[in-house]
């Protein structure tokens, strides 16, 4: 079976730092693309930054320059190293990751975490 396991979410005072982790487990023999969304309280899920397997990657316009997404392609992990945090930021974090292939030949589309809290106070 193959899922997303997050960790690293918590509380920080604005300005701090947190470093989320998101390992995919199972018998995996490739995935594109690994990120992160976000849904705060009252608000739509919204994509935060992405990446794929080549090294390309995405960020929201609001976490650009304090946010940055790493890969370790053949750990199947990706972080989320998030600097100079805001209140704005206080979410529910959501890994992802999209057009899987696995060892036994299973294609999945896509597949999400369970979420991770981030609690940013002012």
């Known amino acids: 079976q193959v899922q997303l396991v997050e960790s690293g979410g918590g509380l920080v005072q604005a300005g701090g730092s947190l470093r989320l982790s998101c390992a995919a487990s199972g018998s995996i023999r490739s995935i594109n693309a690994m990120g992160w969304y976000r849904q705060a309280p009252g608000k739509e899920r919204e994509l935060v930054a992405s990446g794929t397997s080549g090294g390309s990657t995405n960020y929201a316009d609001s976490v650009k320059g304090r946010f940055t997404i790493s890969r370790d392609n053949a750990e199947n992990t990706v972080y989320l190293q998030m600097n100079s945090l805001k209140p704005e930021d206080t979410a529910v974090y959501y890994c992802?990751?999209?057009?899987?292939?696995?060892?036994?030949?299973?294609?999945?589309?896509?597949?999400w975490g369970q979420g991770t809290l981030v609690t940013v106070s002012s």
């Open positions: 992802y990751a999209n057009r899987i292939r696995t060892l036994t030949g299973r294609y999945l589309v896509e597949l």
